[in-house]
Each structure stands twice: as structure tokens, then as C-alpha cells.
């Protein structure tokens, strides 16, 4: 089945700075991509996507990037605010089975 | 104007006890979803629902059972809970059925067991 890696599980950086969150998936035939966001005592929520049909989309200081043939896929947050600190969790989907499968998380703490 | 809503949002209860965790969504959305997240965050599907229909039913205990009354609706049953079952709960809906199709998070039920 589906095994989605991310890294890295923790990130702190410097207000300003710029975080990348990298993710892997297995099956070949994954073509949706979410990211989600989750503050603390609340639940994921969606961020940004992407299909496999575009390799980049960016939405303000976020954008992902999708290599399919490397199979990996990355999160990029350009200048880094406090209110960023949170969990960020990369999904890959699963055509044959209808299942999301979610990676790991990585904490990001964005320090003032 | 919550769009998912769960209730509720803390339910801390002792080892051989039922409980139920109620879901609303007002989304509109056709699925419905129940994830368990771990001490570790790690995210997993448990249940999904399509307009009442079970559609996913992972490999869970048949301690739990899901009961889903109307599309805008999904509750989770667990009978003899276990120490094991501490953990946050969150229900999901999304418009489409399928993984392409974005979710739309509550903001969790967390379970404790003692």
C-alpha cells in the first residue's frame, strides 16, 4: 500500500526565514497531493493542494512543488511569521483504495 | 457557522465503558470520515461514509461502530474501552467521495481512558 515519509519531524527557524517540508510517496498512481496545518486543539486544516497534472502552484508565501518521477513532493513557506507555528501534515492519495494516506507531521516553530 | 462539529470535545472516562462522539457537518458534503490521531500525531483512517453508506472500514476493532443517521451525520460508538483507545478523534467530511477530494476537518475529540 501507500507509505507516505515526511521530514523533517521538527523545524524551528528565525522569523523571516523561509521552511521547507519535504514528503515521499510509494504508489505510483497517487495523483492528489493536500497539505494541512494544525494549530494546537484544533484539527487539520487544508493549506494548499495539488494534482498531479502541475508540478508547482503557490498561493502567497506558500508554494509545493511535485517531482512524480522522483515521486516526492514539497512544501515551501517564504517569510516565516510566528503565526506559522504549527504541525504540517503532507497527504498523498490513494486511487485503488479511496484512502488519504498522511505523513508523519513536522512541527515548525517560527521564533520572533 | 462551525462547517464540521464534533462533540465532545473532551471525554475522559474509565477502561470497560461505552461511549459516543457525535458529528455534524453543514458543508453539504456526500462523506463522512472518522480519523484517529495517536500521542504521536500520526494520522489514520478509521471509517468513511458516503450518503450513509459505509465505504471504508479500515482495520479496526469491532469495538467501535459507526452509525451514520443522514449524510450531515456521523457518530462514533465505543463499546469496553480500552486504555489503548486514548487518542483525539477527528471527524472529516468532503464533497466527493474518493482521496482526490479535499477534507474538511473537526477540531477533535480528545478520549481518555484510565
Known amino acids: 500500500g501507500e507509505n507516505v515519509e515526511q521530514h523533517p519531524s521538527t523545524l524551528s527557524v528565525q522569523e523571516g526565514d523561509s521552511a521547507v517540508i519535504k514528503c515521499t510517496y510509494s504508489d505510483s498512481a497517487s495523483n492528489y497531493f493536500p497539505w494541512y496545518k494544525q494549530e494546537l486543539g484544533k484539527g487539520p486544516q487544508l493549506i494548499i493542494d495539488i494534482r498531479s497534472n502541475v508540478g508547482e502552484k503557490k498561493d502567497q508565501r506558500i508554494a509545493v512543488t511535485l517531482n512524480k518521477t522522483a515521486k516526492h513532493f514539497s512544501l515551501h513557506i517564504t517569510e516565516t511569521q510566528p503565526e506559522d507555528s504549527a504541525v504540517y501534515f503532507c497527504a498523498a492519495s490513494t486511487p485503488n483504495t479511496d484512502k488519504l494516506i498522511f505523513g508523519t507531521g513536522t512541527r515548525l516553530q517560527v521564533f520572533p | 457557522d462551525t462547517a464540521v462539529s464534533q462533540t465532545p470535545k473532551y471525554l475522559v472516562t474509565q477502561m470497560g465503558n461505552d461511549k459516543s462522539i457525535k458529528c455534524e457537518q453543514n458543508?453539504?458534503?456526500?462523506?463522512m470520515y472518522w480519523y484517529k490521531q495517536d500521542s504521536k500525531k500520526f494520522l489514520k483512517i478509521m471509517f468513511s461514509?458516503?450518503?450513509?453508506?459505509?465505504?471504508i472500514n479500515e482495520t479496526v476493532p469491532n469495538r467501535f461502530s459507526p452509525k451514520s443517521p443522514d449524510k450531515a451525520h456521523l457518530n462514533l460508538h465505543i463499546n469496553s474501552l480500552e486504555l489503548g483507545d486514548s487518542a483525539v478523534y477527528f471527524c472529516a467530511s468532503s464533497q466527493l467521495t474518493g482521496s482526490n477530494s479535499p477534507l474538511h476537518f473537526g477540531n477533535g475529540t480528545r478520549l481518555t481512558v484510565t
Open positions: 461514509y458516503n450518503n450513509k453508506e459505509l465505504i
Open positions: 458543508l453539504g458534503h456526500d462523506t
